[in-house]
């Protein structure tokens, strides 16, 4: 590989040639402090427009002063990252930054986790040069179901463009209009709703400031709660566990299944189930479609068309209703876990507990912000009562849990409640790209082959390479597994099916680059893909941990079909785990 | 008009053109209609000078062209008569145009407002 | 045709009528009438005829003898001489300080002229519409040379030598840039035209375009067998509709020549030209931001390098060259390098063309050589300043540039010279302002066109010239205060450090130099809060002098307000609370009694 050699404050460092000068400073541990730049490493995303000039630097030689972030070391280079010169010059960018950036902190969602007040408190800005006559940008506030756009805010990082256009391929949002009213909006600045936006939540996930932000639903949450008339259950998605201790300090991969179960008991809910354990159902209705439409293929049914694609990200089921609303067919009509789970809740519990599904509520917490427009469809919901009632972030769970003055460190660990509490670990990697293909492998092998399966751990489908691909053995029969997370590489295989160049039977998709654990209503990662790392080990982990592994050998599944539904894809099932998809091309309605 | 099929052809052609052109004992008159001519009012200056033109039975060639860059005095006008050189005249109205036909073109004879080639060129 | 007749023609230009031009041509008349010849011989006035220094001047026809430096007492000389007997008046004639020889007629006196033509050489000459006149002007000759005679390195050496650099503003020499593209193999390449015109008063690539489109599609084509490339593109703003219509009926022709397509003149050279259009953001002159918005992106710069040549539209290296550049290229090739070299200064060959805007006489466009003072633009080729005022300032560059003022009247205008005078080239707007300009609010009118075209991208260019401009609009209303001058300087140094392209990094140029030129104009709106030249509303105040003031009420009578009191025959007065500073009063008072303060 070729090197360069360079001076960064007088000391020498030789790195690949390429390498900007903001990486080879921090591998001598100089950090230069950025605010639009922003790398996830492992994932291959990286967002450098260069534009918020706060990372720039001396280079010997040059006339202005180079932003680092985008800069490439280069022979013999001279940099100084810290003069009066330079330090005036981020301190003077700044003051303008903040001089068109609301200061209403108090009540801003981002607050304590804006990457803009950190870097203003790092650089020990205290007051704001002509303020006074300083005129704001401002911009209509536009609220969708499950994101909030409030482009006050915004700092023009282009983080949410770049996410939404390269990585995701969706196109909801670019920079519109010129100069001081530059801001970043969906075609003809229509709101997030009328345009083709996913909601996956990865615009959300990537902002540095309070511009974008989920839809919040701890008050309704809340009121429920208080209402006695209401009987309020919760269930909590496995990505939640792996993510939700980083809002309390805790290290990025640390557990808190137990401790999140007890807070959440605190908080008043009065049964705390698991959307793991829906994970299961959702496993043998997918499992047994799968088989089902394999078997049929494979007898040359030309009705049972292949790939069968996963269903249990509504982010992704937005993208192929929105981009490919010709392959209807292709995906698994199984209704996502957090929806079995409000179906069966809203009916096989409420029977059993007695209660009318209209006084039942349904909370789920998620690391999704999909999740909070999928709930609100309409064919969720049974006379207007929707299946799930709200859908809160794990953001916002840790927020009511600190309002509740829930020590979540100290808590000691609890149980799920019976039954909608039992899960194998099957459902827990649902939370990972590659878990939902794995745990339905798990099961489709034994009740394909009829064998036990010896290998449980199919590491193959691991890893967070954008699109994997895997051959499965089923006993003689190979089985084509692909697997894509992060929008873009969904459309790639989606494409390829398309073009029926397609060789899988079998495709994962998840909207968010990591999976469910890298969610747009997960803590910010402030562009650390070794917390999305960390969270994914400690999906596997609980796993591992897990007594069953298999979602046809929880017994509450085996117990539920015997009781409720017979048995997978019965019409009983079909009636209330499966769905049906949209044409959702959306039109351009030019209205604000 | 077929296609220059090399260098020599191209020199042949200019020849002819120039000769087509400029050989000849003809009155020429551009005006110059680039924006700069057009928004001062070319556009009627070069419709009087061909209808006038033929109705005072003056056989003349009218031609538009770019501007000159006289800004200061569009719209401009260049008067070729045989034999002489090229003549510019300034702020050209329906007036002047009028006196610009009787005065020069009739009898050579120069009026007050011509701006006189101020540059060289190559 | 009647027998040509005598005639002479006087200058009527500033420079000459300043200097007893119109007694001299009284003179000349008179002259005539005395020896009856009023009939015989025509007098006309015409304008400047470019040979400032040396008049007053008369040209007398059919003889092409010009005079220079007449008197008015040399009338009587001349027409007992020259028209009674037609002697020549050798005293009259120029004299060549080199070789001391007398020059009498036009050809003689050319060198001598401030103005020299390349790129401007057939705009008002040939028919823009007419392929063949523009053959018989010898477009396309240039291009034939180069395909029969010259390899594509024999080019890009020639066109180096000549020391020829970009018009568009940077000054980047051209030749260097085609090299680097030659040298990135690809299979293939882009020639890009900038003709995304945008700084204020500039039109010399529309005239250009509008003039002898064939000039821009040659050189395009000589670049493209230059570089190896087979595809150019035209980058034009849509607002110039006329220039569109005239390249497209260009190419058009040229395509049905075979002068641009496949094989052309029948070489194995093929290349052909295509025209995009852009929405008029003058940040899409940024070379970078004109590739984007060509790519159907928004048109907004990114981080160099890549420069383009390396990599450019659609990853593929790309020349960008402006279209006064190009304009240039057909005369090198003809007449050699060391022709082109030979005019201007050390480090900026050839002419510029100019856009003169502003309080001068002869508005438009000029050419000069490089190396031409400021004074000779103004007084010898612009007519001077108008309506006998002071000169002040001559913004060059446009919003990214700085003002001359009085000290740079002769420093030769170069690329360097420029700069090191705190302003730049730019694509050679010079916009002239005089003793009623107010510096601050110059510096304010260009920050509002950046304020207005900035593309939003980076933060300093994006908000902090709009604080700036704030912190302008604020001085200029009385509000400033001393330390406000400081911190316009810092935000100055600090937006011209940060900025991401080449929009940002000079757009407090104007503030700067005038800043630093007219220190005092600034510290007049802080301190006392008054505005020397008279130009900031909220700083004046209309005054009645007294002693001047004959009591006729006129002005009290034209007051909109009713705020000026007084007895009839008495002195009046104005009450500045209720003067809305319309200036009705002034216009209408015959007395000289009332003043701005």
Known sequence: METVKLTIDNKTIEVPKGTTIHKAARELGIEIPVLCYMRLDDLNIENKPAGCRICVVEVE????????????????????????????????????????????????????????????????IREIPGEEIA??????????????????????????????????????????????????????????????????????????????????????????????????????????????????????????????????????????????????????????????????????????????????????????????????????????PAQMFGSIAKTYFADKIKVDRKDLVVVSIMPCLAKKYECQREEFSVNGNRDVDFSISTRELAAFIKQANIDLNNLEDGEFDAPLGESTGAGVIFGATGGVI???????????????????????????????????????LPLKIGIAHGLGNARKLLDEIKSGKSQYH????????????????????????????????????????????????????????????????????HHLLHTRYFDKKKKIVVKH | MPKINSPAELSKHKKEIREKLYGQEKILIRVHMGTSGLASGAKSIYEFFR???????????????????????????????????????????KIKADEIIEKYIKNGELTDGILPANYRSI | MAKERIQIMVCGGTGCTGDQGEALLDNLKLELEANALENSVNVVKTGCMGLCSMGPNIKILPDNIIYTGVRPDDAREIVSEHIMKGRRIERLLFTDPGSGEKLATEKELSPHRKQLRIALRNCGIIDPESIDDAIAHDAYEALATA???????????????????????????????????????????????????????????????????HAVLEAMAICGYAIEAAKGLIYIRAEYPLAVSRLNTAIRQAREYGLLGTNIMGSDFSFDIEIKYGAGAFVCGEETALIHSMEGDRGEPTVKPPFPAVSGFREKPTIVNNVETYACISPIILKGSEWFSSIGTEKSKGTKVFALAGKINNVGLIEVPMGTTLREVINEIGGGIRNGKKFKAAQTGGPSGGCLTEKHLDTPIDFDNLIAAGSMMGSGGLIVMD????????????????????????????????????????????????????????????????????????????????????????????????????????????????????????????CPVGAISGERKEPHVINPEICIKCGACMEKCKFDAIIIQ
């Open chain 1, 61 to 124: 030689g040059r006339r202005n002063l180079a932003p680092s972030c985008a800069t490439s070391c280069e022979e013999g280079m001279v940099v100084r990252t810290h003069t009066t010169r330079v330090l005036n010059a981020r301190r003077t960018v700044m003051e303008f930054i903040l001089s068109d950036h609301p200061k209403d902190c108090l009540v801003c969602a981002k607050s304590g986790n804006c990457d803009l007040q950190s870097l203003a408190q790092y650089l020990g």
């Open chain 1, 135 to 336: 005129e704001m940008s401002t911009y209509r506030k536009d609220t969708s179901p499950s994101i909030i756009r409030d482009l006050d805010k915004c700092i023009l990082c282009r983080r949410c463009e770049m996410m939404c256009n390269t990585v995701q391929t969706v196109g909801a949002l670019s920079a519109v209009n010129r100069g001081f009213m530059a801001t970043v909006a969906p075609a003809f600045e229509q709101n997030l709703e009328h345009s083709t936006c996913t909601y996956c939540g990865q615009c959300v996930a990537v902002c540095p400031t309070g511009a974008l932000t989920e839809v919040d639903h701890t008050a309704e949450v809340l009121r429920a709660l208080a209402d006695p008339a209401k009987t309020v259950i919760v269930q909590t998605a496995p990505a939640v566990r792996a993510a939700l201790g980083e809002l309390f300090g805790m290290k990025p991969g640390t557990l808190v299944t137990g401790k999140m179960v007890t807070a959440l008991r605190a908080l008043g809910f009065d049964y705390v189930f698991d959307t793991d354990f829906a994970a299961d159902l959702t496993i043998m209705e997918e499992g047994t479609e799968l088989l089902d439409r394999l078997q049929r293929h494979l007898s040359g049914d030309k009705s049972a068309r292949l790939p069968i694609m996963t269903s249990c990200c509504p982010g992704w089921v937005n993208f192929f209703e929105e981009y490919f609303p010709d392959l209807n067919d292709i995906p698994s009509t199984a209704k996502s």
């Open chain 1, 438 to 476: 794995e745990a339905a492998c798990r099961t489709a092998y034994e009740l394909h082959t009829g064998k036990k399966l010896e290998r449980i751990d199919f590491t193959e489908l691991r890893g967070l390479q954008g699109v994997r691909s895997a051959t499965i053995d089923f006993d003689g």
């Open chain 1, 506 to 573: 079998a495709i994962e998709v998840m909207a968010c680059p990591g999976g469910c654990i890298g969610g747009g209503g997960q803590p910010p990662h402030h562009g650390n893909s070794e917390i999305i790392k960390a969270r994914a080990a400690a999906i596997y982990e609980e796993d591992r941990n897990k007594p069953l592994r298999k979602s046809h050998e929880n017994p509450f599944i085996i117990k539920l079909y015997d009781e409720f539904l017979g048995k997978p894809n019965s019409e009983k099932a």
């Open chain 2, 51 to 93: 209808e006038e033109l033929e109705k005072r039975n003056i056989e003349a060639t009218v031609i538009n062209s770019g501007d000159m860059g006289y800004s200061f005095a569009e719209p401009t006008i260049e008067v070729r008569l045989p034999g002489r050189e090229a003549v510019v005249f300034g702020n050209v109205d």
């Open chain 3, 147 to 213: 395909l029969t005679n010259m390899k594509p390195l024999d080019v890009i050496k020639l066109i180096k030598d000549s020391g020829l650099r970009g018009r568009g503003g940077g000054g980047f020499p051209t030749g260097i840039k085609w090299e680097i593209a030659f040298n990135n193999k690809s299979d293939v390449k882009y020639v890009v035209c900038n003709a995304d015109e945008g700084d204020p008063g500039a039109f010399m690539d529309r005239s250009i375009l509008e003039g002898d489109p």
């Open chain 3, 435 to 558: 003793e009623d300009d107010c510096m601050v609010s110059v510096a304010k009118f260009f920050l509002e066109f950046t304020v207005e075209e900035s593309c939003g991208k980076c933060s300093p260019c994006r908000i902090g010239n709009k604080r700036m401009h704030e912190l302008l609009e604020h001085i200029t209303k009385g509000k400033g205060v001393p330390a406000d001058l400081e911190r316009l300087k810092n935000m100055c140094h600090v937006i011209k450090d940060t900025s991401l392209c080449g929009l940002g990094q000079s757009s407090p140029n104007p503030v700067l130099s005038t800043l630093e030129n007219f220190r005092e104009e600034y510290e007049a709106h802080v301190t006392v809060k008054k505005c020397p030249a008279g130009k900031c509303k909220d700083l004046m105040e209309y005054f009645i002098i007294a002693a001047n003031c004959v009591g006729c009420t006129a002005c009290a009578r034209v």
